[in-house]
C-alpha cells in the first residue's frame, strides 16, 4: 500500500521538534499553470535538502546552525528552515545555486513548486458535457444519492445522518485544512474555528474574521467538513432548492483550523505548505499541541514532485497525523502531494457514484469521495444566485454565468432569432431585443458569441437554455452588465412556445456555491476520517487508514483499482462494521 512505503533518507531524527519560520515575501506574482512544467517553478526560490546521516550524531541546534552557515556563506536568503527534516528555503542568485549545490553537505537543491487549489465552480463549457439534471441543492433526481434538508447528497453517500443520530462527528478530533482561507464569519462556522494561521507572507489577510479567502476554495472547503446543523444564513443567501438552514457537514464536532497556504489567486508554495502542514502536525499533543488526533486535509497538488515535501509529509506521518490531498481535475497522472508516500490519495465520484472525468488516476488513488455539484458554504455575499420567471413556466433549474451582470430584470421576453433560435454569427444583431430578455439556445457557437450578440442588440437580460438534457453553468470570457442565466432545456423549449411574454431574470449574491473536484471529495474523505478515529481514538494512524480502505465501498473493478482505489469511504461501517 502506498502509505506504508517509506523513503529511507526520510526516516533519520523524524520524532524531533521542528524549526518552522514564516516565509517574509509574499507569493503575488505566482506562475500560472501550464503544459511546461517551467510554468510550476518560483523564479529565484529553491528548497535545499542538506545530507541526513550526521542527524543522530550531532544536536539538532548545531546541525540547523551549520546548515543556515552554509546557505549564508553561499549568498543565499533563508526564509523557512525544517531542522527536522534537514532542509530550508532559500532565495538564491544564480551564482548562490552554484556554490550550495557543490558544497558536500548538501544532497540537492531543486525549485520551490506552485501548488493550486484544486475544485471549481460546477457548470459547463460550450464543449462540455451536459451535467445531470439539477433539481434541490444542486443534485439529479434521478440520483443514488440526492439532497434531503440540510444532508446533501455527499453526506447521504457517507451515511451522515446514520453517524449523527449515533453522535459520531468527529468530536475530539482535529481537522486542519491547508487552503485559501476561510470566512469565519459564515454562520455555518459558529465561530468556532479553533486556530487560523496565514503562511503565504500577503498582507492584510492575518485573520480569520477579516478578509482572506478571495478564491472562496477554503471556505467552500471547510463547510464540507464542519458546517453546522440549523445555521445558514436565510433565504436571501441560499441557492436555488436549498433548505432554509443551509448545509450540514460530515464532521460537525470536530476542530477545525485553517492554514493559508494558497493566496489571493488560489496559488501557493510548497514552502509555504510545508510551513502549514508543519503547523498542523504541531498542534498535536506529542508536539506540544493540545489535539491527540490531527487530519491535516489538503485540497491542492501540482504535477511535480519535490523530495522536501516528500520529506515533510513523511515527518508528519512519523509524528502520528494523517495526511489527505486531492488526487487532481487532469484526468491524468495523480497529483502532487496526494502522489508521495505517507499522502492518502483522494479521487472523485458523482452522486451515481461513477468516476468524475476529471479525476485524476493510478496507483495512488487510494479513496473516493463525493466531488461533483458539491453544495457548501462561501464568503458570505461571495457566490451568485440565480432566478427566473416568465410565461407562468415553472423553471425547475436556474444557473448564473460565469461573469454575470447582478441585479432584478423584468420585462418581455423575445426569441434571441436565427437557426434553431441559436442566435449564432460573430457581430449578429435582432432590433427587436432592444429593451427585452433574449431566450436563446444552446448550439453551434459559444456562449460568448450568443451574448455578445444579443447585448449589442439592446437586450436587458439573456436566457439561455439547454440543447440537451442537464443543468447549464456557463463560462464567459467578458464580464456583462445584464444578467445571464442558464435553464433547462425543457424550460426553455416551454417558455419559446410561449412568446412573446412577460417575466424577470434576477441575479443576486449567494452565501453558498456548487463546486466540482477533487478538492470537494478531499474534505468529505477528511471529515470522515475524523469522524472514525474520533470513536475509535486508540488508532494509529496506520491502523485508520488501513480500517478506512478495508471497509470503503467497492467501486469499479474488484479490489483496489487505478480509478476508485479501495473505494467509497464508508465512516459508519469503519466504526460500526455494518
Not at 517553478?41 to 543556515?68: C, H, R, W
Not at 548538501?106 to 439539477?134: I, N, Q, W
Request: aromatic share 6%; with cysteine.
Amino acid at each position: 500500500m502506498k502509505h506504508t512505503r517509506t523513503l529511507i533518507a526520510a526516516t533519520l531524527a523524524l520524532t524531533l521538534a521542528s524549526c518552522g519560520q514564516q516565509p517574509t515575501a509574499p507569493v503575488a506574482a505566482l506562475p500560472t499553470p501550464g503544459a511546461d512544467s517551467q510554468a510550476e517553478v518560483i523564479p529565484g526560490a529553491y528548497l535545499v535538502g542538506f545530507k541526513q546521516d550526521a542527524l543522530s550524531a550531532q544536536n539538532l541546534t548545531e546541525q540547523a546552525a551549520m546548515q543556515a552557515q552554509a546557505i549564508t556563506a553561499a549568498g543565499g536568503i533563508m526564509t523557512s528552515q525544517w531542522a527536522d527534516i534537514s532542509a530550508a528555503a532559500v532565495k538564491l542568485d544564480a551564482s548562490a545555486l552554484a556554490k550550495l549545490q557543490g558544497n558536500p553537505m548538501v544532497e540537492y537543491v531543486e525549485p520551490d513548486l506552485v501548488r493550486h487549489a484544486l475544485g471549481f465552480k460546477s457548470g459547463v463549457t460550450d464543449a462540455a458535457a451536459s451535467r445531470p439534471a439539477l433539481s434541490s441543492q444542486g443534485l439529479s433526481a434521478q440520483a443514488l444519492y440526492t439532497a434531503s434538508g440540510e444532508t446533501t447528497w455527499g453526506d447521504n453517500a457517507l451515511r451522515v445522518p446514520e453517524l449523527q443520530a449515533k453522535n459520531y462527528t468527529g468530536a475530539g478530533v482535529a481537522v486542519c485544512i491547508g487552503d485559501t482561507g476561510i470566512d469565519g464569519n459564515h454562520p455555518e462556522f459558529q465561530r468556532k474555528l479553533k486556530g487560523f494561521k496565514n503562511f503565504t507572507g500577503e498582507l492584510n489577510r492575518d485573520s480569520a474574521y477579516a478578509l482572506n479567502d478571495l478564491s472562496h476554495h477554503g471556505t467552500h472547503v471547510a463547510g464540507t467538513v464542519f458546517a453546522q446543523y440549523g445555521s445558514g444564513t436565510g433565504a436571501s443567501g441560499l441557492q436555488s432548492g436549498m433548505d432554509p438552514n443551509g448545509v450540514g457537514g460530515v464532521a460537525t464536532g470536530a476542530n477545525l483550523y485553517m492554514a493559508r497556504v494558497l493566496g489571493d489567486t488560489g496559488s501557493g508554495s510548497s514552502s509555504a505548505i510545508i510551513n502549514g502542514v508543519n503547523w498542523c502536525a504541531a498542534q498535536l499533543q506529542s508536539q506540544g499541541g493540545t489535539e491527540a488526533k490531527v487530519v491535516i486535509s489538503l485540497s491542492l497538488g501540482g504535477g511535480r514532485a519535490s523530495k522536501t515535501e516528500q520529506r515533510a509529509y513523511t515527518s508528519v506521518w512519523q509524528k502520528g497525523a494523517l495526511t489527505i490531498a486531492a488526487t487532481g481535475n487532469d484526468g491524468a497522472a495523480v497529483s502532487y502531494p496526494a502522489a508521495y508516500t505517507e499522502v492518502v490519495g483522494i479521487g472523485a465520484v458523482d452522486s451515481n457514484l461513477t468516476k468524475a472525468d476529471f479525476s485524476n488516476f493510478g496507483t495512488q488513488v487510494d479513496l473516493v469521495g463525493p466531488g461533483v455539484d458539491v453544495i457548501s458554504s462561501v464568503p458570505l455575499g461571495q457566490g451568485t444566485r440565480a432566478l427566473a420567471s416568465g410565461g407562468g413556466v415553472n423553471f425547475s433549474d436556474v444557473q448564473a454565468a460565469d461573469l454575470t451582470g447582478k441585479g432584478t430584470v423584468n420585462g418581455t421576453i423575445v426569441a434571441g432569432g436565427g437557426t434553431n433560435n441559436e442566435f449564432c454569427g460573430v457581430g449578429a444583431r435582432n432590433s427587436a431585443l432592444s429593451g427585452n430578455i433574449a431566450l436563446i439556445s444552446r448550439g453551434t457557437c459559444s456562449f460568448e458569441e450568443k451574448v455578445a450578440n444579443a447585448v449589442g442588440s439592446g437586450a436587458t437580460a439573456v436566457m439561455i437554455y439547454n440543447n440537451a438534457a442537464g443543468s447549464l453553468g456557463m463560462s464567459l470570457t467578458n464580464q456583462y452588465n445584464v444578467p445571464v442565466v442558464g435553464l433547462l432545456q425543457a424550460d426553455g423549449q416551454a417558455l419559446l412556445g410561449k412568446l412573446p411574454t412577460t417575466g424577470s431574470v434576477t441575479v443576486g449574491a449567494a452565501d453558498y456555491e456548487s463546486y466540482n473536484g477533487t478538492s470537494m471529495a478531499t474534505p468529505h474523505v477528511s471529515a470522515a476520517a475524523a469522524v472514525v478515529w474520533a470513536a475509535k481514538p486508540t488508532l494509529t494512524n496506520t491502523q485508520l487508514l488501513n480500517l478506512l480502505t478495508n471497509t470503503a465501498k467497492d467501486l469499479g473493478t474488484a479490489g483496489k483499482d487505478n480509478n476508485f482505489g479501495y473505494g467509497l469511504v464508508d465512516p459508519y461501517k469503519a466504526i460500526t462494521g455494518l
